[in-house]
Structures are given as structure tokens and as C-alpha cells.
């Protein structure tokens, strides 16, 4: 069973940075896609950025194109943050599944299998 852990949320200035970490265990990951999901207060969740199996394989949400950047080493998926807006503040989410493409996730995240329990990031005015 993969369990996923995620960790570095926080609160932060506008125009700041956070790195969210998110660790995996109970299986090797090299054949998941993995991606990082937010779901802001009255909003529903929303797709941020993927990284499939190969180091092209990467996606992002037009809202943080050029200001976040997903990154996996191993057993570790990681968001650095840049440049936060106020709009950036929700719970963010680690998603993992070995049958899904990175691509496949944004659309499909109702069918990812596996989730972490999420890492509040705020940013403030």
C-alpha cells in the first residue's frame, strides 16, 4: 500500500516562496506519475502540476505556470513556490498512480489512487 506524506506547508507573505515536500512509501516509485493537487476554502480541488515517468513528462496549471516547479528524486515529489499570491492559499495535495499519465491526471483525478492527508500553505497580503 503507498502511503504519501506531505510536508513544508506554512504561512507566508505574498510574494514569497514554500518548497512542499511529499514522501512515498510501501512501494518503489519510479513507475507512478505523481502530482500535486490544492483545494482552496469554498473551492473545489484543482489540478497544479504532474511529473510522469520520464524527466519530460511534466504539466502544469496555466495559474502557476512560470512561478511553481514540480521536481521528484526517488521516493520524493516536491512544489517549490515562488512568487505566492493570496490566491495560492489552500490545501495541497500529493496524488500518485501507476496506471494514470501525467497528463491523464489533470483531468482524471477522480480516478488517482492514492492521496496524502495535505499540508495547509496560506499566504497573506
Known amino acids: 500500500q503507498v502511503r504519501l506524506v506531505e510536508s513544508g506547508g506554512g504561512l507566508v507573505q505574498a510574494g514569497g516562496s514554500l518548497r512542499l515536500s511529499c514522501s512515498a512509501s510501501?512501494?518503489?516509485?519510479?513507475?507512478?506519475?505523481m502530482a500535486w493537487f490544492r483545494r482552496a476554502p469554498g473551492k473545489e480541488r484543482e489540478f497544479v502540476a504532474s511529473?510522469?515517468?520520464?524527466?519530460?513528462d511534466i504539466y502544469y496549471a496555466d495559474a502557476v505556470k512560470g512561478r511553481f516547479t514540480i521536481s521528484r528524486d526517488r521516493q520524493e515529489v516536491y512544489l517549490q513556490m515562488n512568487n505566492l499570491k493570496p490566491e495560492d492559499t489552500a490545501v495541497y495535495y500529493c496524488?500518485?498512480?501507476?496506471?494514470?499519465?501525467?497528463?491523464?491526471?489533470?483531468?482524471?483525478?477522480?480516478?488517482?489512487?492514492?492521496w496524502g492527508q495535505g499540508t495547509q500553505v496560506t499566504v497573506s497580503l
Open positions: 496524488a500518485a498512480d501507476v496506471r494514470l499519465t501525467a497528463q491523464a491526471m489533470i483531468n482524471f483525478a477522480g480516478r488517482i489512487e492514492h
Open positions: 510501501g512501494r518503489t516509485m519510479n513507475t507512478y506519475a
Open positions: 511529473f510522469g515517468r520520464g524527466p519530460q
